[in-house]
């Protein structure tokens, strides 16, 4: 007897890149970020980003194997997962956070649904938010940096936008000193997740991924231009309460929110309209979180809420059949 042919759905065009070729590419575009928070924060970032990378790939294979399912580790989705985790996380984040951490991203956010493609949301934030809301403490237990070679240790600092929201709050305007340059916000000299220390690390690596092709300018542009547009309104009407569109762009976890964590190719719209609208989507949310939220970050959260709307932007804004009548039905 003949074996059965192996049927899958729709689509079926072959795309140029596979998905551990995309994967490949998106690990190395992260080096940059990951050697900047490792030249900051010493071995501390160092030991983070290796145990929420192992753990990933560990939870990966023992769900799959558990599930009954080919283990495909190897197709680099759990170390990317595991990389942006840690991106996600302080410094000095307990070993048993972090791998609480891999547990959420792989087994919650990820393969209760299916495993790669089919989960709806963002695993890294499913974990960041989730670690947020249960370890409040350890998630805003902040250091200042300590570069290799300096001979300091690690010490309590508070981030950029954490001193900002306490000085509003507390006396209603900016605070007297900046807590950095801008140089320092777009260097990376600053406290914060491992992720969100060097703007400019992560645009190198997003420059990478545009040149690959993998990247495209739909989601970060109307992201980013969102916020600064929004920002810039605040700012204009209250610059002694709010602060300007530059400081949003350079702290916080922004950057990696709008090209690594937004872009998600599954959690995601398809369509360039739907990514722009995502886009804008996203950068509104952040911009009301960040000034009237309970959090001085609105990065996850704001991406979260799109990643649930993104099948209704998809089933509206999904392209006319070719021959279809305006208003008709569509395919």
Not at 60 to 87: F, H, Y
Not at 251 to 274: E, H, I, K, R
């Amino acid at each position: 007897m003949e074996p059965l042919p192996y049927l899958e759905s729709s689509p079926h065009v072959h795309a140029p890149q596979q998905t551990a070729q995309i994967m490949r590419a998106v690990i190395y575009s992260l080096l940059p970020a990951c050697a900047a928070s490792v030249y900051f924060f010493g071995v501390a970032a160092l030991w983070v980003l290796l145990l929420a990378t192992l753990g990933c790939l560990a939870v990966e294979a023992a769900c799959q194997r558990l599930m009954g399912k080919p283990v495909t580790v190897s197709d680099g989705s759990a170390v990317v997962t595991g990389i942006l985790l840690a991106l996600n996380l302080p410094p000095t984040s307990p070993w048993w956070l972090t791998l609480l951490g891999a547990v959420i991203a792989i087994a919650i956010g990820k393969q209760v649904y299916g495993g790669l493609g089919a989960n709806p949301f963002n695993p890294a934030l499913v974990a960041r938010v989730a670690l947020l809301i249960s370890f409040p403490v350890q998630m805003t237990t902040w250091s200042a940096p300590a570069p290799l070679g300096s001979g300091q240790d690690l010490v309590t600092a508070a981030t950029p936008l954490g001193e900002w929201k306490s000085a509003v709050l507390l006396t209603g305007t900016l605070p007297v000193a900046p807590p950095g340059s801008t140089l320092d916000y777009l260097l990376g000299n600053m406290p914060g997740c491992l992720g969100e220390v060097s703007a400019l690390a992560i645009l190198l690596g997003a420059a990478y991924l545009f040149w690959r092709k993998i990247l495209t300018w739909h989601i970060p542009v109307s992201y980013l231009g969102s916020v600064v547009l929004l920002a810039g309104v605040f700012w204009l009407a209250d610059p002694g309460r709010y602060p300007d569109p530059l400081f949003h762009l350079l702290t916080g976890g922004l950057m990696l929110g709008a090209f690594y964590m937004a872009t998600d190719m599954v959690t995601s719209p398809v369509t360039p309209y739907g990514m722009v609208l995502f886009g804008i989507g996203c950068g509104v949310l952040t911009v009301l979180i960040r000034l009237f939220g309970g959090y001085p970050e609105g990065v996850s959260f704001a991406i979260l809420l799109m990643n649930a709307a993104t099948p209704l932007i998809d089933r509206y804004l999904h392209p006319r059949v070719y021959g279809a009548a305006k208003g008709g039905a569509h395919g």
